[in-house]
């Protein structure tokens, strides 16, 4: 039995959107406690947009896959 297309859709948007969000609100809540005097000259930028999230998004994906993050390593903690 194939799920239906509103299915389909709805869980692209959960699993595209929800850690998008993460990465935006993570984001507003960190880098202005982080960066006060960079955020209030402007060098720093106080919010993101939903494009720059997915950017940072990738950019994190890519780092983590590259450095093995992501995939358990026998032995790790022994």
């Known amino acids: 039995m194939k799920p239906k297309l509103w299915v389909k859709i709805l869980l692209a ?5 929800l850690p998008l969000l993460v990465v935006k609100l ?3 809540w960190t880098v202005p406690d982080l960066f006060p ?3 209030q000259q402007g060098l720093v930028a106080r919010s993101i947009s939903w494009f ?3 950017k940072l998004s990738i950019f994190v994906s890519f ?7 992501s995939s358990a ?3 790790a903690g022994t």
Do not use: R
């Not at 948007?13 to 959107?17: A, E, L, Q």
């Not at 780092?63 to 993050?69: E, F, K, L, R």
């Open 13 to 17: 948007v959960i699993f595209i959107g």
């Open 52 to 54: 720059t999230a997915f």
């Open 37 to 39: 005097g960079a955020v």
């Open 73 to 75: 390593k026998k032995g």
């Open 63 to 69: 780092v983590a896959a590259v450095t093995g993050i």
């Open 26 to 28: 993570l984001w507003a």
